[in-house]
């Protein structure tokens, strides 16, 4: 097993790696790694950019816009024809989330890497990556996986009839489709056809479904919501986050109906379950919000946040925040105490999402 491991170090090591800044593998790396349970918790962190030159771009087009979201809402056409998606990089990586001391245990190199779902009887990952997904196992791309409607993927996530359930963001959509042939679709939810079919400056939005939007570039103010994340919480019940609107929504899968549980928030993103409800990341409010099951707000993690991209609750009843524009990863306790911190070089990378995975899972992903 170590000498696969040794064998694996020398090859990252060799495609310089190191101009990402991330902490090479030593041998107390591995022996820890080695020495952890099968069922230990680990979190894969994916990373949309890792590109220096390219992040520089992006920060300089995410200044100009208004910073209370009320004229001009993301990035214009024009300026992601200056700064592509093949322009950013893109990775995910490994680590300890009770050692984050250790930085990044691994790191494989996927494409504007956003949502990831891991499949256990598959024993593979799924990882959005723009307008594909691609399958990783064994430290590598295996597949690279598509839909007409893919653009501007952001979660992925396994739903109650155990299919895939896509938040195609650049189509406003929500997309269930098969694990085995992503190319049918079983499901779909567009906004534009349940209401939300204006774009912030009025003007109407109409997707055609016989259009293959993976040959269609799109940017955020041509959205009419930026549907970030959806989670199939119960029964023909789903929820979302609109990015544009603030709101958290549930929609009802028989007709499609949708009606708004949470309001007031800005640029929110994840809606997660955890152990007592729900959270949800209020991203330019800078703070998570902790749900009940009847999604009241019952506390709020508030600190020197800036732009909080994902949160996760971990086994032990503490959370991971995904602090994108600090350029870090916090550790809170259950009152929202930061209990470690992760810094990440700032301009290296950008952080997408968070996904928890034991030790054996992880290994089937990274290594085997």
């Given at each position: 097993?170590?000498?696969?491991?040794?064998?694996?170090?020398?090859?990252?090591?060799?495609?310089?790696?190191?101009?990402?800044?991330?902490?090479?593998?030593?041998r107390?790396?591995?022996?820890?790694l080695?020495?952890?349970?099968?069922?230990?918790?680990?979190?894969?962190?994916?990373?949309?950019?890792?590109?220096?030159?390219?992040?520089?771009?992006?920060?300089?087009?995410?200044e100009?816009?208004?910073?209370?979201?009320?004229?001009?809402?993301?990035?214009?056409?024009?300026?992601?024809?200056?700064?592509?998606?093949?322009?950013?990089?893109?990775?995910?990586?490994?680590?300890?989330?009770?050692?984050?001391?250790?930085g990044?245990?691994?790191?494989?190199?996927?494409?504007?890497?956003?949502?990831?779902?891991?499949?256990?009887?598959?024993?593979?990952l799924?990882?959005?990556?723009?307008?594909?997904?691609?399958?990783?196992?064994?430290?590598?791309?295996?597949a690279?996986?598509?839909?007409?409607?893919?653009?501007?993927?952001?979660?992925?996530?396994?739903?109650?009839?155990?299919?895939?359930?896509?938040?195609?963001?650049?189509?406003?959509?929500?997309?269930?489709?098969?694990?085995?042939?992503?190319?049918?679709?079983?499901?779909?939810?567009?906004?534009?056809?349940?209401?939300?079919?204006?774009?912030?400056?009025?003007?109407?939005?109409?997707?055609?479904?016989?259009a293959?939007?993976?040959?269609?570039?799109?940017?955020?103010?041509?959205?009419?919501?930026?549907?970030?994340?959806?989670?199939?919480?119960?029964?023909?019940?789903?929820?979302?986050?609109?990015?544009?609107?603030?709101?958290?929504?549930?929609?009802?899968?028989?007709?499609?109906?949708?009606?708004?549980?949470?309001?007031?928030?800005?640029?929110?993103?994840?809606?997660?379950?955890?152990?007592?409800?729900?959270?949800?990341?209020?991203?330019?409010?800078?703070?998570?919000?902790?749900?009940?099951?009847?999604?009241?707000?019952?506390?709020?993690?508030?600190?020197?946040y800036?732009?909080?991209?994902?949160?996760?609750?971990?086994?032990?009843?503490?959370?991971?925040?995904?602090?994108?524009?600090?350029?870090?990863i916090?550790?809170?306790?259950?009152?929202?105490?930061?209990?470690?911190?992760?810094?990440?070089?700032?301009?290296?990378?950008?952080?997408?999402?968070?996904?928890?995975?034991?030790?054996?899972?992880?290994?089937?992903?990274?290594?085997?």
């Amino acid at each position: 097993m170590n000498k696969r491991l040794l064998s694996w170090i020398r090859y990252k090591s060799n495609m310089g790696f190191a101009k990402t800044n991330i902490p090479k593998l030593t041998r107390k790396n591995i022996d820890y790694l080695g020495h952890l349970p099968e069922d230990y918790p680990l979190i894969v962190v994916s990373f949309f950019a890792t590109n220096p030159g390219s992040l520089a771009k992006l920060e300089v087009q995410w200044e100009k816009r208004d910073p209370a979201h009320q004229r001009f809402l993301g990035r214009s056409e024009e300026e992601t024809t200056l700064v592509t998606s093949k322009d950013l990089g893109g990775s995910i990586n490994l680590i300890d989330p009770q050692r984050l001391d250790f930085g990044f245990l691994a790191e494989i190199e996927s494409p504007v890497a956003t949502g990831m779902y891991y499949h256990p009887q598959k024993e593979c990952l799924f990882v959005g990556s723009n307008k594909w997904i691609q399958k990783i196992v064994g430290g590598k791309i295996i597949a690279t996986l598509g839909n007409t409607l893919f653009n501007d993927l952001h979660t992925l996530s396994r739903n109650l009839e155990g299919n895939l359930l896509a938040t195609s963001t650049g189509v406003d959509g929500l997309l269930e489709v098969s694990f085995d042939n992503t190319e049918r679709l079983i499901w779909s939810w567009l906004a534009t056809e349940h209401g939300y079919d204006l774009k912030p400056n009025g003007e109407k939005r109409v997707i055609d479904r016989q259009a293959n939007y993976q040959e269609v570039g799109t940017s955020t103010p041509e959205h009419t919501t930026h549907v970030n994340s959806s989670l199939n919480y119960r029964t023909d019940k789903i929820l979302a986050t609109l990015f544009h609107q603030g709101t958290l929504i549930e929609i009802d899968k028989q007709n499609g109906s949708s009606r708004i549980l949470l309001e007031g928030l800005k640029s929110p993103h994840h809606a997660r379950q955890r152990k007592e409800g729900f959270l949800v990341s209020d991203t330019r409010n800078n703070r998570v919000l902790l749900l009940d099951h009847s999604f009241a707000i019952k506390k709020a993690f508030e600190n020197d946040y800036n732009w909080i991209q994902d949160c996760l609750e971990l086994e032990n009843g503490h959370y991971l925040i995904g602090d994108s524009n600090n350029s870090r990863i916090v550790r809170v306790d259950e009152n929202g105490h930061q209990t470690e911190v992760l810094e990440i070089e700032r301009g290296t990378r950008k952080i997408s999402s968070f996904l928890s995975l034991t030790k054996r899972e992880a290994w089937k992903v990274f290594y085997e």
